[in-house]
């Protein structure tokens, strides 16, 4: 079974620099990989350090030791040491991301930001139109909004054109971050059936869910991020 991420010995520590250089460790030695084919869910308290981890996997937290090592096209990259543009391509082909909060463009149409993320891999626009509007009307965004921009949108709305940006792709391995806090029990059971598509696809998944139902319908172990808390070792 191939192992498209591997994570090792990371640690990862904020510095507050306006409060006089105060560290805050967060975790340490975190290692753990992940399968094609399944999807792990990090498990914890809150404030443990699920979602720094998620951030430091997709490379917006700089991490303070270890690797995260990526496999990028035949070849394994270690995206704590990548270069910015290596981690841009990595992000266009390998690895995504479903942040809990859409990020939204003035006057980008809802479509047009679900299509984004295929034409930038060289999709025709009018592939990735239709792939956009199959995944809207899967998770039943109803079709006036389609060409509005999201910034105006309800939560739930917001969510599922971020969830649709998400899925459009067919990444090796696919982060999300509380996918489906803001839906109702109809499109969570979307939601889920999308993930469960994709372990058959063989995609990597690793993702927070705070909703018992959905993890335990979506999650093939449970990686428990307390066992990396910096905090028990430093207090
Ligand atoms: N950018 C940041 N700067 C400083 N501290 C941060 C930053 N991001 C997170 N933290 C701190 O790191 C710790 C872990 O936060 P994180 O959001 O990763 O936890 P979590 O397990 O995802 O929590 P929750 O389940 O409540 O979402 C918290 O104590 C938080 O205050």
């Known amino acids: 079974m191939p192992t ?3 994570v090792s010995e990371v640690r990862k520590s904020f510095t507050m620099h306006l409060r006089g250089g105060l560290v805050l ?11 094609a084919g399944e999807c792990a869910v990090l498990g914890g308290p809150s404030g443990v350090g699920k979602s720094s981890i998620l951030k430091m996997l997709y490379g917006n937290y700089a991490i303070d030791a270890g690797q995260i090592l990526i496999e990028h096209q035949g070849r394994l990259i270690d995206l704590a040491s990548a270069s910015p543009r290596e981690v841009i391509e990595i992000r266009r082909t390998t690895l995504g991301y ?22 930038a891999r060289g999709e025709a626009a009018a592939t990735a ?9 899967k ?10 921009p999201p910034a105006t949108f309800s939560g739930g ?3 599922r054109v971020n969830i649709a940006r998400g899925f459009i792709t067919d990444h090796k391995i696919l982060l999300l971050d509380e996918p489906t806090a803001s839906l109702d029990a109809a499109n969570r059971a979307v939601v889920v059936d999308m993930i469960a598509q994709r372990k058959k696809a063989g995609t990597a998944l690793l993702g927070i869910f705070h909703d018992d139902d959905v993890r335990a319908r979506v999650a093939d172990r449970i990686i428990d991020v307390s066992a990396f808390s910096a905090r028990k070792t430093a207090a």
């Open 4 to 6: 498209p991420l591997v």
């Open 25 to 35: 460790p967060v975790v340490d030695n975190v290692s753990f990989s992940l399968k």
């Open 98 to 119: 479903v942040s809990q909060f859409l990020r939204t463009l003035p006057r980008v149409a809802a479509i047009d930001v679900v299509a984004e993320p295929l034409i």
């Open 129 to 137: 139109h239709d792939k956009a509007a199959e995944l809207l009307g």
């Open 139 to 148: 998770l039943n965004l109803p079709e006036a909004l389609w060409r509005l």
């Open 157 to 159: 709305e917001q969510q």
